[in-house]
Structures are given as C-alpha cells and as structure tokens.
C-alpha cells in the first residue's frame, strides 16, 4: 500500500498503454460530445481536424483510467477534490497510443484531519510520438501511514 509520505514533491512515475480505437471514439462522442468530427470519419475528413478525432473530454477519460490503474493503484486514495489547467494540446486519433506521466506538484498534510493529505499532480498525457496531447492538474486526498497507535 502507498501512503501520503510516498508522494513527495517531484515524484514522478510514468505508466499505462492504451491504443486509441475508432469504434470507442464514435461510441464515446454519441453519448457525450456528438459533434460531427467526433462522430462522422466522412465529414470530419472536412473539419479542421482532416480527420477523425477523439473528444478531449474521451482523452481525459481515458488519462484517468490509466491514472486509476497504474498511479492510484495501491494507494490509500481516499477521492479527487478538483482539477485545474486542463488544456487539450494535441488531437487524438483512432490508432494513437497514450501513456501518462504524473508529477507531484505539491503535497500537504491536512491541519484540521491529519489523517490525510492534499496531493497536487500534473497528469501529462502523451501519444506515440512522445507529443503530449492532453495535460491537467489533480488534487486528490491520500491518507497517511498508519502508526503503531493508530
């Protein structure tokens, strides 16, 4: 198990694989953001895009199932509380493949529950060609090594 004291400042750990598939783009955009470059491989080939493309808001789900797998797993997560900076750097095409790179950015123990920290982390989510294509900052609440009289 990982603990609060296991993210210090300028931890970093890089992880996930996930190859980025046409199906899941046009399924994803139906329900949640159908816009026809999202949608329609033929239309979009008119878009600014020239091509299909995911919706940020897939990209960022897709960054937060690897975060979920790989950087949470193991960890004494106790919720998110927010996120910020969220900018959408690059498109994101069927066949693409995304890794994540977090760094920690801050970390802080809570005065009023010390039984947690705050942990900041720079999610930085890159595709094959090491171009990053989606970056944001999280906080998320870990709690803290237990003692001996805990």
């Not at 997560?77 to 994101?92: P, Q, S, T």
């Not at 095409?93 to 005065?111: C, E, F, H, Q, W």
């Not at 900052?137 to 237990?146: A, K, S, Y």
């Amino acid at each position: 198990m990982r603990y609060f004291e296991d993210f210090p400042v300028g931890y970093t750990e890089t992880f996930g694989s996930k190859t980025v598939v046409q199906d899941e783009i046009i399924a994803f955009a139906h329900e949640f953001d159908p816009q026809y470059f999202h949608t329609d491989p033929v239309a979009a080939e008119h878009s600014m895009f020239r091509g299909l493309v995911a919706s940020g808001w897939h990209t960022v789900s897709m960054t937060c199932r690897m975060f979920t797998d790989h950087g949470l797993k193991d960890v004494l997560n106790l919720g998110g509380i927010g996120a910020d900076d969220l900018l959408w750097m690059k498109a994101v095409r069927p066949g693409d493949t995304l890794y994540v790179k977090m760094t920690i950015v801050d970390a802080r123990r809570s005065r009023s529950k010390p039984d947690r920290g705050a942990v900041r982390i720079r999610l930085d989510t890159y595709n094959q060609a090491d171009e990053c294509v989606v970056t944001a900052t999280v906080t998320t609440l870990v709690g803290v090594r237990p003692t001996a009289d805990s």
